[in-house]
């Protein structure tokens, strides 16, 4: 979540939203999102309704949801999909940044 704050304005300069979707109920992500100062969207998926709909794994022996980065166009059409196996396995904002760049290029 901290380098996704840091480099917001990197995103923002390609026309990216950024929305950040978690099990939290809603009340823990306005505490969070004002507490931490996020600058982009949270989603509150307690039901894990979004993580169904993006085939996000969601294992109780692993903590919970496996993160997933997700690029969405405007049409609703995934162009780009990390799924996680762990925590630790998380994409760098600059290889997500660089995988817009080349959508950008395409479009």
Do not use: C
């Amino acid at each position: 979540m901290a380098q996704l704050r840091q480099d917001h304005e990197m995103f923002t300069e390609r026309e990216t939203e950024v929305i950040a979707v978690g099990p939290d109920s809603k009340q823990a992500f306005i505490d969070f999102w004002e507490k931490a100062h996020i600058p982009f969207i949270g989603l509150a998926d307690p039901d894990n309704i979004a993580a169904r709909l993006y085939e996000q794994e969601v294992n109780l022996l692993k903590l919970g949801r496996i993160p997933a980065e997700v690029i969405v166009d405007r049409q609703g059409i995934v162009r780009f999909a990390h799924y996680a196996h762990s925590m630790a396995d998380i994409p760098e904002n600059q290889d997500i940044l660089k995988e817009l760049d080349q959508l950008i290029q395409e479009s």
